[in-house]
């Protein structure tokens, strides 16, 4: 793709605050002067927002002011002025009822944070899983020229001498613990292994995740997913990214520029070779509808298809993010996705040069980290998208995190009509359920829960892990952790508490699955699922007021990215009006 630049020098937003000698730009300036900035800093160089997601509630995010003051030091370097402004920080492991009900509204707080100040561009400083899609969503809505800045993953977890992956590894302790495999006191001293340092999950869990679609869009510069959050080469990142978006701003190098269709088709091929979150699958689809990119579930299944999963980390592989970082990172994978045929090399990247020119000439370290082709973790690693009588609208698989043995299977469904009833049952020894069964977890949903938890990976019933079984065909209409694994199927649409035919299965009824066919089927009649769903009371709980009743009116579908429906489109930053 070519790219030509804006001509510089030019007059900016910033200069609508800023520039000139009336009473509004004096009251513009002469406040923030109150910081001891000198005046030649307003005429006319950028400004740049640091868009700081720190919060001592975000754990993930707790070192990015840190990393800010390296941003700011790169943007001083490069002739412009820097200024970190904090913005919404949903937190993964503390918000309730869950984090995903809250990346809308974040990304409205973004968009809105950036239309009303007086900023020419912006580093998304985001680590946590829901603070990269939300940024991105909002800096899309804007069009301003943005790079994304991560704050990077976790050093290696250690328990009696084995990796423990964070997240991974606390779904398979909690497991071991009902099964009898581990005690309460073991799992207490592997808590603090699990998260030894500042950063994300050390995992390929959903903030690794978004951290190597950021990249594989083209937002942030090469490189920049896998550095540990404590290496120093992660502040040296943040420092150049802070001088490069000077550049694009003097370039006016927007996201519609970056985010084309084929950058997510880019994004989506490298989902698929690494490994990487069924959550990529519905941020990727809300920021595609920022930009008025037509993504759908159909380019999910048709693009990842055939592209082998070739980065061994948990959950679906042994190794973690520190091991690839030093094997190459995903500029290894792209370069790979490249000689195969599955990338498109001219994809524009915040770098001003296209994708290929960023990983043409990296080289693979470590090929038990980064396999080749033919010892792929799985030969067809993108998201599955299965369609049929039980999910009209598409439901998601994750293949190489799932047990081949249950790839095509047929059983009696176990039914949850919600988390709590889940949570009534699972361990009831009387609980009639085995191992052939199919676990059904219903209202979890963008509107059923509300805003979808990660609750679909279901632990099993005591009662079968005790018997050695560690998997089982899982249904829901909710989320799954990115750290997390088994023949888990998800985002079924449409969800249950919009009627979708998942709200009227049963204990006893039969379902199919097989992967390979792409089919989801409930082994009724057409006339009998009518017939049920014409029964169908609808969800008993409405929100009355607040967030969560304008999230309940305006939420999509999982199957479109769940974003809000007056959110989509790019609605660009032009100046609000000055009421001095």
């Not at 250690?158 to 581990?182: C, H, N, P, Y």
């Not at 001219?346 to 090929?367: F, I, Q």
């Not at 998201?383 to 009588?389: E, Q, S």
């Amino acid at each position: 793709m070519t790219f030509k630049p804006a001509e510089w020098p030019r007059k900016l937003r910033s200069q609508e605050w800023y520039g000139g000698t009336s009473r509004d730009n004096i009251y513009h300036r002469g406040w923030l002067k109150n910081q001891g900035y000198p005046h030649d800093l307003f005429d006319g160089r950028p400004v740049i927002g640091i868009l700081n997601t720190w919060s001592d509630l975000t754990p993930c995010n707790g070192h990015l002011r840190e990393l800010a003051e390296k941003v700011k030091a790169g943007v001083w370097e490069a002739g412009g002025f820097p200024v970190e402004v904090p913005v919404f920080s949903a937190s993964e492991n503390t918000y309730r009822p869950t984090a995903m009900m809250y990346r809308n509204l974040a990304a409205l707080a973004v968009e809105e944070t950036m239309r009303a100040q007086p900023i020419d561009g912006a580093v998304l400083l985001v680590g946590c899983d829901k603070t990269t899609p939300s940024l991105i969503m909002g800096a899309a809505s804007t069009d301003l020229p943005s790079i994304v800045v991560t704050g990077g993953p976790m050093l290696n977890g250690w328990f009696r001498g084995e990796r423990v992956g964070s997240g991974t590894a606390l779904w398979q302790m909690s497991e071991d613990i009902k099964a009898g495999k581990m005690t309460t006191e073991d799992f207490l001293e592997a808590e603090q292994a699990m998260s030894r340092s500042s950063g994300t999950c050390n995992t390929m869990g959903t903030a690794s995740t978004m951290a190597s679609m950021a990249e594989a869009l083209g937002m942030a510069l090469s490189g920049n997913a896998a550095i540990p959050g404590v290496d120093a080469r992660r502040r040296v990142m943040a420092q150049m990214s802070g001088r490069r978006i000077v550049q694009m701003v003097k370039d006016d190098l927007k996201p519609s520029d970056i985010m084309t269709k084929q950058a997510f088709e880019n994004a989506i091929r490298t989902n698929g070779a690494i490994g990487g979150s069924t959550n990529a699958v519905i941020h990727l689809m809300a920021m595609a509808g920022r930009v008025g990119i037509d993504l759908t579930l159909d380019d999910w299944d048709r693009l990842g298809r055939d592209v082998p999963t070739i980065v061994n980390l948990m959950p679906s592989g042994k190794y973690l993010m520190e091991e690839f970082f030093y094997a190459g990172g995903l500029p290894v994978v792209l370069k790979r996705l490249g000689e195969a045929g599955q990338l498109h090399k001219d994809a524009l990247t915040v770098s001003g040069e296209t994708v290929w020119d960023e990983v043409k000439d990296v080289r693979n370290w470590n090929e038990d980290v980064i396999l080749p082709v033919e010892q792929a973790l799985t030969q067809q690693g993108g998201i599955a998208v299965l369609r049929g009588n039980l999910a009209p609208a598409g439901a998601v698989l994750k293949p190489s995190a799932a047990s081949p043995a249950l790839m095509k299977h047929r059983g009696r469904a176990v039914v949850f009509e919600d988390i709590d009833d889940y949570k009534r049952k699972i361990n009831d020894e009387a609980l009639d359920i085995d191992e052939t069964c199919v676990m059904v977890l219903k209202n979890c949903g963008p509107k059923g829960y509300p805003g979808m938890a990660e609750v679909g990976n279901m632990g099993l019933p005591p009662k079968v892990l005790k018997k050695g079984i560690t998997d089982m065909v899982r249904i829901s209409d909710a989320r799954m952790s990115g750290t997390a694994y088994g023949t888990v199927v998800l985002h079924t649409s449409p969800e249950a508490a919009r009627g979708g035919p998942l709200a009227i299965v049963r204990d006893g009824d039969m379902i199919e699955l097989d992967v390979a066919e792409r089919r989801l089927h409930l082994d009724l009649t057409d006339e009998e699922i009518a017939a049920r769903l014409a029964d169908w009371q609808g969800p008993p709980e409405v929100p009355a007021a607040g967030y969560a009743k304008m999230f309940h009116d305006h939420v999509e579908g999982a199957d479109t990215g769940a974003d809000f429906d007056f959110l989509k489109g790019c609605r660009g930053a032009a100046v609000p009006k000055d009421s001095h």
